[in-house]
C-alpha cells in the first residue's frame, strides 16, 4: 500500500486501525503490561501497594493515571538491574544512556524486545520511503547508545543492505557513499551537515550522488537545519523520536505526508500529555509534557516514564492514511533548557534564529559564565563567506544585528563573536553547544 508520497505503510492493519480498534489494543496490553510490571518488578509492587491500586482496578485507559510516575532519579536509584522484570539469563541486548553525571541508565531486552523495536524502526524507515531495495549507511556509532544497534537490526529486519560504517572518519564515510552506492544516511543532523560541507569541498556534486534519504536522530533537528541539508544534498530527511528509558529511537516518525509531526506506535507506546508542573493531564492538543508507557516490553517494564520533553499530540486523520495519532516535534528536552539571569533559553531556538539571518551559518556555540557576578551568554556564530565584510564599521554593525536579532527571541542579551567560517567544531556524534562554566 502506497501513498502520493511514496512513503509505504508497513504494516497497514495496525497502522490504519481505527481509533477504537487501536485503544482496545492499548487497553488489553497495558493490563498485561501492569500484572507483569506488579509481579516482576519490586519497585512497581511497593509503589503500587502505597497508592492502594492493583492490576485488576485497571479497567479502562484512562486508569493508567492511577499508576505511579517514573522518572530517570528511579531508574538511576535501581542501577543496574533493580527494574528487570526477567531473569538475566533471558536478557539478550543491554544498552546504557550516557550518563552526564553519575550513573549511566541501564536497560534490557528480550529476543521479543528486540523484535518489537526491529517492527518500530522499519515503521519509521518505510514512512521516509525506505524500501528491502536500500542500501543503507549507518553513520551512528555502535556501542552501548541505543541509535546505531537500533536503527541497524530495523533496517536489516527490512531487507535493506546495512552498511555499519560507524561514526568518524569523515573522507571514508565519503568514499562509501561513492563505491557502495548508499541511498540512506543514518546520522545526526549535524554530522549529516558535516559530510554535506566535507563532500562539496571535495568536489562531490550531490545532484548526482546515489543518496537520497536521509534518516536523522541522536540529537534535535531543527526544521532549518533539515531544510539546509535536504536542499544541499538533495536528499529527503525524516526525524524520528525516542528514548533508551522506553527503547531506543523508534517511539515515533515522521511520515513524508505530515512533516515535522511524528507518528507514534501506539500498538506499543500508550501517551499521555501532563502539565509538567503538576503532572495532571492536559487536553487534547495542549502542550505539555510527554509521558510514555511501552505496552509490550518484556525485560524492562516501564510505567508512564516521564520524559521532560514538551510536545502536543493529535489525533485528527493524516494524509498518508495512518491512524496513529501524531505528536509534534518535541520543543525540547527540558533538560537542556539553560536558565540565564531567570530567563529560560532553549539552544534550539538560537539554531532557528540563526537560520533566518542571511551571512551566517547554522553553527553555534554558547558559553555561559558568571565571572562578573551575573550570567553572562556569549554565542560565537560562525560567519558565511559572504557574510564577511572588509570594513571593521561594518562587521560591528553586523554583530550588533545578530546580536538584536537573537535578544528579540530569547529575550536575554547575549554577547556575540562571529568567527571564521568552518571554524566551530562539527562534531561525529552529538553536538555539544553549551558550556555552562557557572560558578553555584
Ligand atoms: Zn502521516
Avoid at 25 to 33: D, G, P, W, Y
Avoid at 186 to 194: E, F, G, K, L, R
Avoid at 227 to 247: A, K, P, Q, W
Avoid at 309 to 329: F, N, Q, S, V, Y
Amino acid at each position: 500500500m502506497t501513498s502520493l508520497n511514496n512513503d509505504t505503510i508497513l504494516n497497514p492493519d495496525i497502522e490504519c486501525a481505527s481509533r477504537e480498534r487501536i485503544r482496545e489494543i492499548q487497553l488489553a496490553k497495558l493490563q498485561r503490561q501492569v500484572k507483569h510490571a506488579y509481579a516482576n518488578v519490586a519497585w512497581y509492587r511497593e509503589r503500587m501497594d502505597e497508592m492502594g491500586v492493583a492490576p485488576d482496578d485497571i479497567k479502562t485507559l484512562d486508569d493508567v493515571r492511577r499508576l505511579p510516575f517514573t522518572d530517570k532519579t528511579v531508574l538511576r536509584d535501581t542501577y543496574p538491574y533493580g527494574l528487570f522484570a526477567v531473569p538475566l539469563d533471558d536478557v539478550v541486548r543491554l544498552h546504557a544512556s550516557s550518563g552526564t553525571t553519575g550513573k549511566p541508565i541501564v536497560v534490557g531486552y528480550t529476543k521479543g524486545d528486540l523484535d518489537v523495536w526491529a517492527e518500530c524502526i522499519a515503521r519509521i524507515a518505510s514512512m521516509a520511503g525506505v524500501t528491502s531495495r536500500d542500501r543503507v549507511q549507518m553513520s551512528f556509532g555502535y556501542g552501548m547508545f541505543t541509535g546505531g544497534f537500533g536503527l541497524h537490526y530495523g533496517c536489516e529486519h527490512m531487507g535493506c543492505m546495512m552498511i555499519p560504517a560507524s561514526s568518524g572518519n569523515t573522507e571514508r564515510q565519503l568514499m562509501m557513499i561513492n563505491d557502495y552506492g548508499s541511498t540512506v544516511l543514518i546520522a545526526t543532523p549535524s554530522y549529516a551537515m558535516h559530510i554535506c560541507e566535507a563532500g562539496e569541498a571535495a568536489g562531490i556534486d550531490w545532484s548526482k550522488s546515489t543518496l537520497r534519504v536521509g534518516l536523522f536522530g541522536g540529537e534535535p533537528c531543527t526544521p532549518a537545519l533539515k531544510r539546509e541539508i535536504e536542499s544541499r544534498m538533495h536528499i529527503v530527511c525524516t526525524d524520528n523520536y525516542g528514548l533508551t528509558e522506553v527503547m531506543g529511537p523508534g517511539v515515533s516518525g515522521e511520515c513524508l505526508s505530515s512533516r515535522h509531526q511524528q507518528h507514534i506506535a501506539e500498538d506499543h507506546f500508550l501517551w499521555e500529555i501532563v502539565d509538567p508542573k503538576t503532572g495532571e493531564p492536559l487536553p487534547e492538543g495542549e502542550e505539555g509534557e510527554l509521558v510514555l508507557t511501552p505496552l509490550d516490553k518484556e525485560a524492562f517494564p516501564v510505567l508512564r516514564y516521564r520524559t521532560h520533553d514538551l510536545t502536543r499530540i493529535t489525533t485528527e486523520p493524516c494524509a498518508c492514511g495512518r491512524t496513529h495519532a501524531r505528536m509534534d516535534k518535541v520543543r525540547t528536552r527540558t533538560d537542556d533548557m539553560l536558565i540565564i539571569r531567570g530567563t529560560n533559553v532553549f539552544p534550539s531556538e538560537i539554531e532557528d534564529v540563526l537560520a533566518g539571518i542571511e551571512g551566517v551559518s547554522p553553527h553555534y556555540h554558547i558559553v555561559v559564565d558568571n565571572e562578573t557576578g551575573l550570567d553572562r551568554m556569549t554565542v560565537s556564530v560562525e560567519l558565511l563567506p559572504e557574510g564577511m565584510h572588509d570594513s571593521f564599521e561594518k562587521m560591528e554593525a553586523f554583530t550588533k544585528r545578530v546580536a538584536d536579532t537573537l535578544t528579540n527571541t530569547l529575550l536575554v542579551r547575549p554577547r556575540v563573536k562571529l568567527v571564521q567560517p568552518g571554524t566551530i567544531a562539527r562534531s561525529e556524534g552529538k553536538t555539544k553547544h553549551v558550556e555552562d562554566l557557572r560558578r553555584k
